[in-house]
């Protein structure tokens, strides 16, 4: 038996969605080639979605706030790992092609930095974003051990 937890789905996922939304922002103020200013922002686009998600989850259930640090912190090691290779299969062919992300990987690695690993921090929130929904999503499930029967017979009905 399970039972969908509106609130703690909502606070995950919206506060993923809102630091999506300023990751996107955070892109949208930089353009290649980047100087030395442009870099928070580049940071902020691959830091916010987890950060804020973190927060979102803290709120919704405080004690899980050890948890939510660990995943959040593998969300936003991994998804850097994740859409790095990704970049890497579609920048040659402009279409994912498994071969060229073991074999082309310095003409990738070239045309990444021309176009200022534009496909890299798109892909990175949007990674970002289903391992948030993934995540949220999880934990808006409560599990119960009891029947329904018995609750109703203590008067604890759903």
């Known amino acids: 038996m399970a039972r969908f937890d509106v609130r703690t789905f909502l606070l995950i996922f919206g506060a993923a969605c809102v630091g999506a939304v300023w990751a996107t922002y955070q892109r949208s103020t930089t353009a290649p ?3 030395e200013a442009q870099i928070p922002a580049l940071i902020w686009t691959v830091f916010a979605t987890p950060f804020a998600m973190f927060w979102g989850w803290f709120v919704a259930r405080r004690a899980e706030r050890w948890w939510a640090a660990f995943v959040c912190f593998c ?3 991994l998804s850097a790992f994740v859409a790095a290779r990704y970049e890497t299969c579609v920048v040659v062919h402009r279409s994912f092609d498994l ?3 073991f074999t082309d990987t310095a003409q990738a690695l070239a045309l990444a ?3 200022g690993h534009r496909v890299y ?3 990175i929130v949007v990674l970002q ?3 948030a929904l993934v995540t949220a999503l999880q934990r808006s499930v ?3 051990t009891m029947s329904d029967a018995l609750l109703r017979q203590f008067g ?3």
Do not use: N, Q, V, W
């Open 33 to 35: 080639p980047y100087g």
């Open 75 to 77: 969300i936003y090691f």
């Open 99 to 101: 071969i060229s992300c």
């Open 113 to 115: 930095d021309a176009s």
């Open 121 to 123: 921090f798109e892909s």
């Open 129 to 131: 974003l289903i391992a």
């Open 142 to 144: 409560k599990r119960r």
């Open 156 to 158: 604890e009905a759903t």
